[in-house]
């Protein structure tokens, strides 16, 4: 028997949409049925994405956003309402890292991915969320509300590991973070989950993966292989789908066992 995911009708917001996950994210959502919204710095890669998109046959928009800045936020946030409607779906993607010893790393270095993937991912979730939650209070019975909230941690923010240990604090907040969303907002149909990745090939990372250090942590993996984006798709569209009505606060791990 098969099983079809159709989100049509609904909208996604993905921030990070310009490369590797985000990217990947937003046209597995496209396939979908959904009308995405391609939110990111770059908007020039974003623009080429949306044509990939519309090419395909999907419905795709795009808004600059940085998510650093609050006011950016909530300016992208009610562009992409005024352009496709009312938010049922963000995947809050936007990360960044930096590789060193935690003794060289300076205020810089740690407000840098603090401030992405932990500050920024955070007020994200909640400018959608005000939104969600006020569509639900306001909504007549029978009618849709709520909504799809996927923070994307990583197996780092379960498992630290040495050199990037500014980026797995961040990520561990954002699972903890995750957890408190859905503990708040669950009782407005909002369902908040996180997907926690293991290493992944992304244009980012792929030339590290030839390099001599690359290879040899390709060997210390459980089945000696990274991942592709795609390898993600599965737990995306679970988590993002209608009748995943009762999955609120869950941590999936999609890591190839790493965390194990």
């Known amino acids: 028997m098969s099983y079809n995911i159709d989100l049509s009708g609904r909208v996604a917001l993905v921030t990070g949409a310009s ?3 985000g990217a990947q994210f937003a ?3 496209a396939r979908s049925g959904a009308a995405v ?12 994405l949306r044509a990939e998109i519309e090419g395909n046959g999907g419905d795709a928009h795009v808004v600059e956003l940085d998510v650093t800045d609050h006011d950016s936020i909530k300016s992208a946030v009610a562009h992409a309402e005024t352009e496709t409607g009312t938010l049922d ?7 960044v890292s930096t590789t060193q010893k935690l003794t060289d790393v300076s205020p810089d270095d740690y407000d840098f991915v603090m401030d992405t993937n932990t500050k920024g991912a955070f007020f994200v979730a909640q400018e959608v969320a ?17 909504g799809r909230i996927v923070n994307i941690a990583s197996m780092a923010g379960l ?5 990037i240990g500014v980026y797995a604090m961040s990520k561990a907040a954002v699972v903890h973070m995750t957890r408190a969303m859905a503990l708040e907002w669950g009782r407005y149909g909002i369902n908040v989950n996180a997907i926690c990745p293991g290493y992944i090939d992304t244009e980012i990372n792929h ?4 390099t001599e250090g690359g290879k040899k942590l390709v060997q210390m993996l459980p089945r000696k292989r990274v991942g592709q984006p795609q390898d993600l798709d599965a737990a995306l569209m679970m988590l993002c789908a209608n009748e995943s009505h009762f999955i609120n606060g869950a941590v999936i791990q999609a890591d190839d066992g790493f965390g194990v």
């Open 207 to 210: 030339h590290h993966w030839q």
């Open 19 to 21: 490369s590797g996950l």
């Open 89 to 95: 779906i963000l995947i809050n993607n936007s990360g």
């Open 37 to 48: 919204v391609l939110a990111g710095r770059r908007t020039e890669r974003l623009k080429t």
């Open 27 to 29: 046209r597995v959502l």
């Open 159 to 163: 498992r630290p590991l040495s050199q």
């Open 130 to 146: 005000k939104r969600m939650i006020a569509r639900s209070r306001g909504a007549a019975p029978g009618t849709f509300t709520g």
